[in-house]
């Protein structure tokens, strides 16, 4: 990350001040550059047609709520192009609804002092995992990925098949030499012959695991407890 670019929407100013105070002081203890933009209206960031890594939302606004400023900015971006989310509110009833957009966090107003810098924190953890990438031997040679890029792996004629949203990598080696590695990296073994990204994991059932996709990824018999609880828990520490 050159320079982590921060958009902080909320449509109350002296929230604004307050929450970009509180950033700058937080932030000069890590060794980054940064910018942080501020909008008091999601559609000026929209129409600025500028990418931020990090979006700080309050959720209740006037002329567009946090929830309708995510779906729409992430229509707007290409498909390589991430971001994270950290809702702030004064309303502690929003937090349920705000699952379906995968927040980092939510943070509340009035703990705004308490829940900040371990959210941000938790932001620079998430980063390094995300740029954590695992070599490849493949038969045009070594070839670093990143795991995040990795839906699922799968075990084929002796060979390592790797599916990534755009492509699919053929590398030498089986599920044993890259197991305990992926393991660490949220990946969970549903079959002798796959390992799969829980990021992408929608629905677990009992023979089957389906991927946000639509694809159907086997799943042993006898193994549905412990990959739901392993899906749950790499949930929780995401």
């Known amino acids: 990350m050159v320079m982590l670019k921060i958009a902080l929407v909320d449509d109350e100013d002296d929230s604004i001040v307050r929450i970009k105070d509180l950033l700058q002081t937080i932030l000069a203890t890590y060794e980054i550059e940064y910018s942080i933009i501020t909008f008091t209206d999601g559609n000026d960031l929209l129409n600025s047609r500028d990418t931020f890594d990090l979006l700080l939302l309050d959720i209740d606004m006037p002329t567009i709520s946090g929830f309708e400023l995510v779906e729409k900015y992430s229509k707007e971006l290409l498909e390589n192009e991430r971001f994270t989310i950290i809702y702030i509110s004064s309303y502690d009833d929003f937090v349920f609804e705000s699952f379906k957009y995968s927040p980092l966090?939510?943070?509340?107003?009035?703990?705004?002092?308490?829940?900040?810098?371990?959210?941000?924190?938790?932001?620079?953890?998430?980063?390094?995992?995300?740029?954590?990438?695992?070599?490849?031997?493949?038969?045009?040679?070594k070839k670093n990925v990143f795991i995040n890029d990795i839906i699922y792996v799968?075990?084929?004629?002796?060979?390592?098949?790797?599916?990534?949203?755009?492509?699919?990598?053929?590398?030498?080696?089986?599920?044993?030499?890259i197991e305990e590695k992926l393991a660490l990296q949220g990946f969970i073994k549903t079959h002798q012959s796959f390992l799969v990204n829980f990021r992408f994991i929608n629905f677990i059932k009992h023979n089957e695991v389906i991927l946000d996709d639509g694809i159907s990824i086997p799943l042993s018999r006898g193994k549905y407890e412990k990959v739901k609880k392993e899906y749950m828990r790499h949930t929780r520490e995401k």
């Open 105 to 141: 966090r939510f943070i509340r107003k009035n703990k705004l002092e308490n829940e900040m810098a371990e959210a941000i924190q938790a932001f620079f953890e998430q980063s390094k995992r995300d740029n954590y990438q695992i070599l490849f031997s493949t038969p045009l040679g």
């Open 154 to 177: 799968e075990v084929k004629s002796h060979k390592l098949n790797i599916h990534e949203k755009n492509q699919l990598i053929i590398a030498n080696g089986n599920i044993k030499d």
